[in-house]
């Protein structure tokens, strides 16, 4: 299937759920189709988030370190951060995306979990060090996503940071997704948190995009 025709093709899943009672039902109606043989996502890669990768080898993992990939989708990054050292948990809304991954990657060292960003189970809020969020909030109507991301900082500990990559675009853009890209107003962070950094990158992709990279960190 093109790209153009798998764009086309989750654009018209997350309609048919749009108005529903699980508008996010979709993410689950996509991957049952991926698992069936339909090449539908869109956001499948065999090598982890290269804006991910930069950041891990410009640290050392603490030990006892804990990451944490939020929609981890087919698990590419989560798997990547338990390589690098860190103990790591991934949670995804749709349980045949964690089913996936689990069997892309059987020798990594990932706590899966079926979690809503939107409802952080207790056992995942003030818990990690790092958190690593690319591509789950544009994918979310506004008001859903409006919801969501707060909850992202919830999961930090003190001192933790929250790692973010978005597409990007300016307030006077239109924007039609999903995916839906974000703006700077919509990024900042919550009372109590910092935005360390924020950088605007353009990526070589065709056409070429923007995308936001911004370090969040709850104070020590
Ligand atoms: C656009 S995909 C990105 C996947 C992965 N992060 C990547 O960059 O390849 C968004 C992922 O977030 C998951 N997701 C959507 N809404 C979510 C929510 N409220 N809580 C947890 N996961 C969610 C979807 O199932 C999907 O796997």
Not at 1 to 28: H, I, V
Not at 162 to 179: H, I, K, M, N, T
Request: aromatic residues 8%; proline residues 9%.
């Amino acid at each position: 299937m093109s790209k153009e025709d798998s764009n086309a093709r989750y654009r018209e899943l997350q309609a048919q759920r749009e108005n529903t009672s699980e508008p996010l039902g979709w993410f689950e109606d996509l991957y049952r189709l991926h698992r069936d043989g339909e090449e539908v996502v869109p956001w499948l890669r065999e090598a982890p988030n290269p804006e991910l990768v930069a950041w891990v080898e410009s640290q050392a993992a603490p030990p006892g370190g804990e990451a944490c990939v939020i929609g981890c989708g087919l698990g590419n990054d989560a798997a990547y951060l338990a390589s690098r050292g860190w103990r790591t948990v991934a949670f995804d809304i749709a349980p045949t995306a964690l089913s996936l991954a689990r069997e892309r990657h059987p020798q990594a060292e990932v706590e899966w979990v079926a979690a809503d960003l939107t409802q952080l189970p207790a056992t995942l809020t003030g818990r990690f060090d790092f958190v690593f969020e690319a591509n789950t909030l544009q994918a979310l109507p506004a008001g859903l996503r409006a919801a969501a991301f707060p909850c992202a900082f919830q999961l930090l500990k003190t001192g933790g940071a929250l790692l973010l990559v978005a597409r990007a675009r300016d307030a006077s853009e239109p924007a039609e997704g999903p995916p839906w890209p974000l703006t700077r107003e919509e990024l900042v962070p919550p009372a109590g948190y910092l935005a360390e950094s924020v950088s605007e990158i353009q990526v070589s992709t065709q056409p070429p995009d923007r995308r936001w990279r911004i370090l969040y960190r709850r104070p020590a």
